[in-house]
């Protein structure tokens, strides 16, 4: 049927559609091999704030007498440790997001909170975000006025039943010559507070099955029910350096199964 | 060499044809542009609060599991949805890499026993492969991996 030209142009084509063929980056180690080959990889080395939401703000001194409290704000605690007054920790959703809200008034030029919300399915803890916020005041510009700091750690969701959220929130304040982790500093006080009661989006609607079977689920779940709620991060890197470019903080979701 | 007829033509179009059908990218079960997906389990979990890890970079997709998960099945299902979601989401990085730790997950059901099943023989055919270095994270066992 085909001419002998014919079939040496078919083979031409063969081996030259083999030569240009698709080759992955890494080959597969055949196990007859005696020496198995490395998988090339650069895993980033991520830094331990590198997943940690915050700031450390230089805020300026307000002068006056201490233990002035602006109208409007809580008498002191007469139970507050010194230099911590009203610490406070809430927790909630807000429309595609969750967090723990904290807050403190504090004496001293240098104030901290580190708070934390926890995320939660089916009663089981699937992620959590940790923030904090330090304000400092330079020691000189510090006349003893009571300040106030907030935090907040949020969490991205994309699941609209079934997540519960705590939060919980460590508070400091005290004072440091300067600015800085080497810094020394003295007349430090802190207090540990958790978000009562937590938050909880409305239950999942369970929905039969075809054998007539309940199941658990939600609008973005799949019809089967053998999806999964999961919480992750985002960070993109250089697969060469390892350096990070940039992160996505905490993500939580419904992913479908099937 | 010239193709000088018609017949010769079609044969060479032919042949062509039959070669992209016979693409690794088939072979495997995957679409044609999809990233290849590799299993890792190195001896020692990067120092990252993560059930599994997910690294696309480099044209590839690596699934990287904890040695001492008691639910490593578990995981890399879970591991798996969320790559499969993620590809709608997000593209491939060009030039960049992407890491996703997976920080916790509640499977909605119990695994089926056919995929339960799929899954353990994917992660004992990885356990069986021999221990190379896993990048930079050191020893470990890596393996191509055809989802179920």
Request: include cysteine.
């Amino acid at each position: 049927m085909f001419s002998a030209r014919g079939i040496r142009v078919a083979l031409a084509a063969l081996l030259v559609a083999a030569a240009c063929s698709e080759e992955h980056t890494t080959s597969v180690p055949i196990a007859h091999t005696e020496v198995p080959e490395d998988l090339v990889l650069g895993f980033p080395k991520l830094a331990a704030r590198t997943l940690i939401q915050g700031e450390v703000r230089q805020v300026g001194g307000s002068p006056g007498p201490a233990g002035i409290i602006s109208d409007g704000e809580p008498p002191p605690d007469e139970d507050a440790v010194a230099q911590v007054f009203a610490p406070l920790t809430t927790v909630g959703f807000q429309n595609n997001y969750a967090y723990s809200g904290a807050r403190h008034q504090y004496t001293g030029n240098v104030g901290r909170i580190d708070t934390e919300a926890i995320v939660s399915y089916n009663g089981q803890e699937i992620g959590r975000q940790p923030a904090f916020r330090e304000d400092y005041t330079p020691f000189l510009a510090d006349f003893g006025a009571r300040k106030t700091i907030l935090a907040e750690a949020y969490v991205f969701i994309d699941q609209d039943c079934g997540l519960r959220v705590d939060g919980r929130s460590e508070h400091r304040a005290g004072w440091q010559w300067f600015l800085g982790g080497q810094a020394p500093d003295w007349g430090s006080a802190g207090i540990s507070t958790q978000a009562f009661p937590p938050e909880n989006q409305p239950p999942c609607e369970t929905e039969p099955s075809d054998d007539g079977n309940y199941t658990g689920g939600n609008e973005d779940g799949g019809a089967d029910g053998s999806g999964a709620v999961t919480c992750y991060y985002w960070v993109t890197y250089d697969p060469y350096t390892g350096e990070v470019y940039d992160v996505d903080f905490l993500f939580c979701e419904g992913v479908e199964g099937g | 060499m010239m193709i000088a007829s018609t017949r010769a033509t079609a044969a060479l179009l032919g042949c062509l044809a039959l070669a992209g059908l016979a693409s690794p990218a088939s072979l495997t079960g995957q679409a044609p542009d999809q990233a290849p997906v590799f299993l890792a389990l190195p001896e020692t979990f990067p120092d990252v609060d993560a059930r599994a890890v997910l690294l696309r970079e480099r044209g590839r997709e690596i699934v990287v599991l904890d040695p001492d998960d008691a639910e490593q099945v578990e995981s890399l299902r879970v591991a798996l949805l969320v790559l499969r979601r993620i590809r709608g989401v997000r593209p491939a990085p060009e030039g960049r890499g992407q890491m996703i730790p997976i920080t916790g997950y509640v499977l909605r059901e119990e695994l089926s026993t056919e995929l339960r099943e799929e899954l353990e023989s994917a992660l004992s055919d990885l356990r069986r492969h021999p221990v190379a270095n896993v990048g930079n994270l050191g020893p470990g066992r890596w393996m191509p991996f055809r989802q179920p």
